[in-house]
């Protein structure tokens, strides 16, 4: 296995409240030396969320995202406060994006986001056994929730309808849960 290359030096080349920009300066352990820059968060903490109403449905979200600029079908998500576990965070997002609490919440893992540039993590849990419990969100505009058949996903990718790679893994790492559970 090799070995991760040396960091040389580390330059801050911009910071806004939510990232840095950094300049990475590395050596290769055959001599090369290589910049590479990412952005890196600020700590902030991340779930995603793949909510099941029943054993054959799952709640996918519509929302404007500002990087496409357009409106993308995707998994409810949001932030963990600083207090708060991602199994917190988790039940107050689910009841803040699609108005339910889960009474089964289960960590499946961690997802990396173009981990060659970016520093950020999504740590992804299911939920089960949903009954009504709506919060206000912090959302500009409502979001809309639909309940679509599981069968329905590989479809809805082929057509792409659900194109964002972060909820495709999480709904595959949700499928191998379940299928694990038989």
Known sequence: ??????????????????????????????????????????????????AMPDPEHVLLVREYAVGVESTILGLPKGGAEVDESYVQAAQRELCEEVGFKAARLTELGELTLAPGHLCHRYRVVLAEQLSPCPLPGDEPEPLECLRVPLAQIPELVARGELHEARAIAALFMAMGALARRI
């Open 1 to 50: 296995m090799r070995s991760c290359p040396t960091i040389l030096k580390t330059e801050l080349l911009v910071e806004s409240s939510h990232f840095q920009i950094e300049a990475l300066h590395l050596e290769f352990s055959n001599g090369q030396q290589r910049v590479y820059e990412r952005l890196r968060g600020t700590g902030y903490r991340s779930v995603m969320l793949v």
